[in-house]
């Protein structure tokens, strides 16, 4: 099996590498990729890259379907989890720059089915919050909502006659970074201030405009042929789950709850990397991309994911942001981010380069996953400094 899916592996690159111009394609080595998947225990995987002037390459590993005998294409439709944040984020810049909402209003008249949540201190109790909710607050992930899964205090909380939409807050704004529910919040401040659900919002605004067509809360029944296995690898092997959405999403979480591709997501992080610009528009104005990628945490906050330190890196207004200078990889000020079934994206605007990389499997951070993800940067890094 595994010698077949090496075949697939040779008959992807030299066919994705034909679909660009010959004079748009910046050659990095494949042999490197090659014999990682082929010692690697993994079902597929698919990454690629792109420049701001249009060079791009596509590398694909094994087939869309796990025990299939296609080839995972760029075209694929997976599970992106929080790479939709960016998105959104994107979409409600857009109403910032409409002055429609401004980032640092209070929204407690806007949104005070959020802003009433109470907080829950260290000692167990449930207190009123002094200081109002921003939206800048939320984009940074100072709000202080978090993620149930990722906090013991959230897991053993008693829910038990609580009122509120979410769990209880976890600090006052800006006391500190944690990662939450904060773009969820967003969504639904998109979709009261513009009147539209966040389908139609983004299809209208961000991910229609930018032909991102194959990006969808619900995956129309003609692109879904398309999407991906998915499942969870645990000490027995992977154990695919159901490939199919069980039925339409009625409640669109701006935080995690897109399906799209690689190459519609390459197209949006292109976008981002020529400020804002595309074949016919301007998706955001350069003034509102230079934020995106500058340091937007106050008072010196660093990033701090469930307890583990990631080292000094800062947030800007979409994702994260590189601190320090990696002499081979991303260029200080990179941003980067992922999504919980193992994709992971990023985008360095210093050394024009952004660089995808798609499969779709629990847990998070998967080793062998994030070690191939890193070997793809190296050597396309490697082929920048040598072009």
């Known amino acids: 099996m595994k010698k077949l899916l090496f075949a697939l592996v040779i008959i992807s690159i030299l066919t994705g590498c034909k679909t660009e111009k010959e004079g748009n394609i910046m050659v990095i080595d494949q042999l490197p990729l090659n014999a990682f998947f082929q010692q690697s225990d993994l079902p597929a995987a698919i ?39 960016a998105i959104a984020s994107v979409a409600v810049l857009q109403l910032v720059e409409q002055s429609l909402i401004g980032l640092d209003d209070p929204l407690d008249e806007l949104m005070p089915e959020m802003t009433t949540i109470p907080i829950l201190t260290e000692e167990g109790e449930l207190v009123e919050a002094k200081n109002s909710i921003t939206l800048r607050n939320l984009l940074t992930h100072t709000a202080g909502f978090g993620y149930e899964f990722m906090d013991p205090r959230l897991q053993a909380f008693d829910k038990s006659g609580w009122k509120y939409d979410d769990l209880p807050r976890l600090f006052e704004v800006g006391a500190r970074w944690q990662y939450g529910t904060n773009l969820d919040w967003v969504g639904k401040i998109i979709e009261k201030i513009s009147g ?35 499942g969870t690898r645990d000490s027995t092997g992977f154990q695919e789950h159901p490939r199919l959405p069980a039925g339409p999403v009625i409640e669109y979480s701006a935080g995690g709850g897109l399906f799209g ?49 990631m080292e000094s890196d800062t947030h800007g207004l979409a994702w994260a942001i590189e601190d320090s200078e990696d002499e081979l990889l991303r260029s200080k000020g990179s941003a980067y981010w992922s999504g919980l079934a193992n994709s992971y994206y990023s985008l360095d605007k210093e050394k024009d380069v952004a660089i995808v990389y798609f499969t779709n499997f629990f847990p998070y951070a998967d ?20 072009k």
Request: with cysteine; aromatic share 14%; proline share 3%.
């Open 196 to 230: 539209q659900d966040l389908e139609t919002y983004l299809r209208t605004n961000v991910t229609g405009p930018l032909k991102m067509n194959s990006t969808w809360f619900n995956v129309p029944e003609n692109l879904q042929d398309n999407i991906v296995s998915w």
């Open 47 to 85: 990454m690629g890259y792109s420049t701001r002037e249009g060079k791009m390459g596509w590398y694909a590993f094994g087939p869309s379907v796990w025990g299939g005998k296609d080839t995972i294409n760029e075209n694929n439709i997976f599970r992106i989890y929080s790479m939709t944040k």
């Open 367 to 386: 080793k062998e996953t994030v070690d191939f993800y890193r070997l793809f940067e190296k050597e396309v890094y490697t082929s920048l400094k040598t």
């Open 261 to 309: 591709s690689p190459k519609d997501y390459l197209t949006f992080l292109k976008c981002m990397l020529n400020n804002g610009k595309y074949d016919g528009g301007q998706i955001l104005n350069s003034e509102t991309i230079e934020l995106m990628f500058n340091n937007q945490l106050p008072n010196g906050l660093t990033l701090n994911a469930g307890g583990k330190s």
